[in-house]
């Protein structure tokens, strides 16, 4: 198994939503009552519009109840629903089904065997519940994630303390189109296994991501678990080092193979990072990349993008405006990064679900305390497919003063960005410096508008080593350091 690991420290900046203007209409919503809603899974439905599934402590019968919220194409509210009994119910997961309704999986506390079940969930389009199973023992059960297969039933995967080896482990239940068990089957070992993403591979088997403690090299691993259509195990792979790393989002890459997503203490600049693996098609490493800053950086969903590239999103504590941001962080098809930008307010925000829409845009989900009605509020944010900000972020496209913000990346090792703000128009040059004070290039010189404003050095004749970035602007001067690293 080969294994090559890159670390990126990523370096953000006020302006962290700057990037090339293009014209989609951005926007971002709020929806919640006076007390803690968080959306956990987020899908685009046949008209365009979103469906978003979480809990709510507003709305609905109980402590926690499931809450399933439709929107148009612009993110506006077209209804919601609340599922549960006394206890708390949470939901998880959510597919559109093949009839035009949804399925929904999760936990239910009100209902079932145990502390927490598997919970199942068939509504109709309009949410209006069909009918609902719990799967589950004496002891909690999580259901993560769902798919539906080609027979119309079921497949739910997450963990359970009820069933197999260890304190934790893998749970798959299949179930018919009517939500009744076919078969179930547990995966791990004496400690501790989450899984928390899976998909249905093109053999019928199935493909398992999360976290082991019991196959581990030190603290926690990314566990890769490779079943057939039947869910008996096939082959399964670790990733990790000494201290914790857990995987929450996976793929099938358009190569074949895979890509999973989730966080890391052993690698990457920080305390937790992002942490980005690839695999073949047989689930060996092909490369693994971690970023992030110095506080706890979280990566929690992943999607492959059109040009072969990843996004991923999660939050940051390093990066943004508040204690935690959503964190939107773009690659190219080998894992080094392009752009990533940040989205928040003063308070708390964390991404839990991210998409790829019909016109090439993003749609980030997750929870905020700095907008919004009540304590945490569900939030979802548009953004266009080089990510321009929208309103909630740290982006300025008016700067009040002149700003030459660090370069990104930085160091770098063929290109990096070159941002500056005027906050009115006006005579600008834009020289790079080596260390003896000579002039290398001239990255523009010429008069611009008021705005943001990008250049790219591209240093592919320059040797190893440091330079110097001078803006000059209404006789003013600014000057930054940048390092390049062969």
């Not at 609902?132 to 993560?144: L, P, V």
């Not at 798959?172 to 296994?193: F, I």
């Not at 999360?210 to 581990?216: C, K, V």
Request: include cysteine; charged fraction near 20%.
């Amino acid at each position: 198994m080969r294994i090559t690991i890159r670390l990126f420290t990523i370096i953000l900046f006020t302006l962290a939503g700057i990037a090339h203007a293009q014209p989609d209409s951005l926007w971002s919503r709020t929806f919640g009552g006076g007390s803690e809603e968080h959306p956990l899974s987020l899908i685009q439905t046949v008209d365009e519009g979103f469906a978003m599934v979480g809990y709510t402590y507003s709305f609905g019968a109980g402590a926690g109840d499931v809450w399933l919220l439709k929107t148009d194409e612009n993110g506006d509210s077209l209804w919601s629903r609340t599922f549960g009994g006394e206890a708390d119910d949470w939901g998880l997961s959510i597919i559109e089904t093949a009839d035009g309704g949804f399925a929904i999986s999760g936990f239910t506390a009100s209902f079932g065997a145990g502390n927490d079940d598997f919970w199942l969930l068939r509504t109709d389009e309009n949410g209006d519940s069909l009918w609902s199973r719990t799967f589950g023992g004496r002891a909690n059960e999580w259901a993560q994630a769902l798919i539906q297969t080609e027979d119309g039933g079921f497949v739910l995967v997450g963990y359970t303390s009820s069933f197999g080896s260890g304190f934790y482990d893998f749970w798959m239940v299949k179930t018919d189109e009517n939500g009744d068990s076919l078969w179930s089957r547990t995966y791990g070992g004496e400690q501790d296994e989450h899984g928390m993403s899976f998909l249905q591979t093109e053999d019928g088997g199935y493909l398992i991501a999360g976290g082991t403690r019991s196959f581990d090299a030190g603290g926690g691993d990314f566990w890769l678990l490779k079943t057939d259509e039947n869910g008996d195990s096939l082959w399964s792979r670790t990733f990790g080092g000494e201290h914790h790393e857990r995987a929450y989002s996976l793929i099938e890459t358009a190569d074949g193979g895979y890509a999973l997503a989730g966080n890391s203490y052993t690698f990457g600049p920080g305390d937790y990072d992002f942490w980005l693996v690839k695999t073949d098609e047989n689930g060996d490493s092909l490369w693994s990349h971690a970023y992030g800053g110095a506080r706890d950086d979280y990566g929690l969903c992943l999607i492959q993008t059109a040009d072969g590239g990843f996004l991923q999103a999660g939050k940051t504590g390093s990066f943004g405006a508040g204690s935690d941001d959503f964190w939107l962080l773009r690659t190219d098809e080998n894992g080094d990064s392009l752009w990533s930008r940040t989205f928040g307010g003063a308070g708390e925000e964390w991404t839990r679900s991210l998409i790829q829409t019909e016109d090439e845009g993003f749609v980030l989900c997750g929870y905020t305390n700095s907008f919004g009605a009540g304590e945490e509020d569900f939030w979802l944010v548009k953004a266009g497919h080089d990510s321009v900000s929208v309103p909630g972020s740290v982006f300025n496209p008016h700067p009040t003063s002149i700003i030459l913000e660090p370069a990104y990346p930085n160091p770098f090792n063929s290109t990096t960005m070159i941002n500056y703000g005027l906050p009115t128009p006006g005579n600008v040059s834009l020289q790079v410096y080596n260390t003896s004070g000579q002039q290398i290039t001239t990255l523009f010189e010429g008069d611009k508008e008021a705005g943001i404003h990008i250049n790219t050095l591209t240093a592919s004749d320059l040797p190893t080593g440091l330079y110097f970035i001078q803006l000059k602007a209404s006789n003013q001067v600014f000057t930054q350091k940048v390092m390049l690293i062969r």
